[in-house]
């Protein structure tokens, strides 16, 4: 039998081999799954041991509580805010003892489907879907779950985001925080750096005063999501509220889960809680555009904008009707110079005949 024992609840076994020598140690650990797994080795054998292991005993929380100990990305990240978010979420429906063994196709089919009833996105639906393959792939990797992984379905996400923020909408919402509310004050000053820079808003929370360089106007991004650095030039009020802010990092207290809510009331304020589009990250599109319609060239807003690829810096670029009439006129300038060559050359023929 497994027991828990102070300090640090670490598991011991105690029990009688099936040739009743007894077995009383300390297992080293305080995961059930890991302590079950290494009770189970010493009472049978290795050969044995794979035999009497039950498939799938690992809950939930305990592959996330692994995952986080063992996934490279996780484990080097600096902020897993957003990670964690999306966990909470799952673990609300599945409950925190579901073990993985009973996470199945058609569960995972159904909480797919409720997540779309309940008006969630695609990309949201897919990440919490993700999610969950995460958690089976680390466990099976290292021999904590020997079931089979279940199908993970996945949603078409529409990624033209075609809403754009207006200044004055910009403005409202702003005007929207409380200033006597430290948590809405810092919201403030983040929506106007988002609007501004046109940064991530995980890259705006992990901003450090010492990566603001005021002589040149601009604000060092580390830890991107493409893992590049970059240097984004900073407005005016931008680089004022940068300064103005001296705690690390400088937006703090905010965290994800107190801009979801914040931005939440002032949707419902502004009568904008039906429009889905109407996300923080929307600033971050409508500062890709308001680039690209002056003319801004896809390898400079690539740099700016933080994409590893070229592609997703030329869905900015919208091409107007008008700047499309100028192209047939290039292409008529061409032909008509060619047959002013051919005219002259025949008139020049034609005066060497004579």
Known sequence: MLKVRSPGNIYWCDF??????????????TDYAEAKALETKLRYGDKEANKQ????????????????RVRDQWRSAKRLDSIELIYKSMEDHFGAKRTLSKITDEVLLDYAERLRRRGKSASTINKRLSLVSVLFDEAIKWKRYKGEKPTMVRYKVRNARRRLIT????????SLCIQSSPFEKAMADLIVILADTGMRQSEALGIQPRNVDVDNRAVLIVDTKNGDDRIVPLTTRSLEILKRRKVAPVFRPLSPSVIIHTWARIRIKMGLEHDKEF??????????????????DAFRLQKVMGHRSIQSAQRYIKV???????????IEARTSK???????HSESKETTNK
Not at 58 to 66: C, G, K, Q, R, V
């Open 16 to 29: 009688r081999t099936p040739e009743g020598k007894r077995i009383r140690k300390s297992l080293h650990t």
């Open 53 to 68: 292991t039950p498939v799938g005993t690992i809950t939930l929380s305990e592959a996330f509580a692994h995952a986080l």
């Open 167 to 174: 200044p004055a909408e910009e403005a409202r919402a702003i």
């Open 279 to 296: 996300v923080l990250h929307a600033f971050r599109h409508t500062y890709g555009s308001t680039l690209a319609n002056a003319g801004t």
């Open 320 to 330: 107007s009707p008008s700047a499309l009439k100028g192209l047939s006129s290039i």
């Open 338 to 344: 060619y047959e002013e060559e051919v005219c002259a």
